[in-house]
T-cell receptor, first 113, second 112 residues
Framework: AQSVTQPDIHITVSEGASLELRCNYSYGATPYLFWYVQSPGQGLQLLLKYFSGDTLVQGIKGFEAEFKRSQSSFNLRKPSVHWSDAAEYFC???????????FGPGTRLSVLP | NAGVTQTPKFQVLKTGQSMTLQCAQDMNHNSMYWYRQDPGMGLRLIYYSASEGTTDKGEVPNGYNVSRLNKREFSLRLESAAPSQTSVYFC???????????FGPGTRLTVT
């Protein structure tokens, strides 16, 4: 069965600083991996996804993530954070033909002016 | 193109009352899902429908029923609400199994 951990419950960064949100997964084969963002009171929006191929994937809003099979990780990065990036971020893992994703517990990002 | 819509946005129920949460998608997706979101637990799958006419249990189905009315609509019913069902409920859809999911804006349900 799949599982996802996001070790950081809450991260605070200054505007303009770089960001890395950690995600570790457990899955027996090559998974499908996703990052979603949720602004307060809103639904979840897909930031980026990894299915196969290039292990560095680019997403919307200047985010990228790198799949590292050896570390079972799929960390999300952004070189320069904007105040509007303050939100909750969820990593999810899915099986290629499976219906469900397993979501991590989320990391709440606060941005200082 | 509205994507995934959910009604209502907010609801307060008393213990034992029933209600149905409605979800519709206009992307012609085959698969639809109901999740609940609780603090510190991420999202957990309640039920899903892989295609019109089929439904299957997810991780936390107890206390819920679903109906895939047609390809567009997937409803979630609470027959006898309990305080443990206080949560935010999200409907989602995807074109196929394994594909990324589009989420609705959510329904915030409080059971007193």
């Amino acid at each position: 069965a799949q599982s996802v951990t996001q070790p950081d419950i809450h991260i605070t960064v200054s505007e303009g600083a770089s960001l890395e949100l950690r995600c570790n997964y457990s899955y027996g084969a090559t998974p499908y991996l996703f990052w979603y963002v949720q602004s307060p009171g809103q639904g979840l929006q897909l930031l980026l996804k990894y299915f196969s191929g290039d292990t560095l994937v680019q997403g919307i809003k200047g985010f990228e993530a790198e799949f590292k099979r050896s570390q079972s990780s799929f960390n999300l990065r952004k070189p320069s954070v904007h105040w509007s990036d303050a939100a909750e971020y969820f990593c999810a893992v899915g099986a290629p033909e499976g219906q469900n994703f397993v979501f991590g517990p989320g990391t709440r990002l606060s941005v200082l002016p | 193109n509205a994507g995934v819509t959910q009604t209502p946005k907010f609801q307060v129920l008393k213990t034992g009352q029933s209600m149905t949460l409605q979800c519709a998608q206009d992307m012609n997706h085959n698969s639809m899902y109901w999740y609940r979101q609780d603090p510190g637990m991420g999202l957990r799958l309640i039920y899903y429908s892989a295609s019109e006419g089929t439904t299957d249990k997810g991780e936390v189905p107890n206390g819920y029923n679903v109906s895939r009315l047609n390809k567009r609509e997937f409803s979630l019913r609470l027959e006898s609400a309990a305080p443990s069902q206080t949560s935010v409920y999200f409907c989602a859809s995807s074109e196929k199994a394994g594909g990324w999911k589009y989420f609705g804006p959510g329904t915030r349900l409080t059971v007193t």
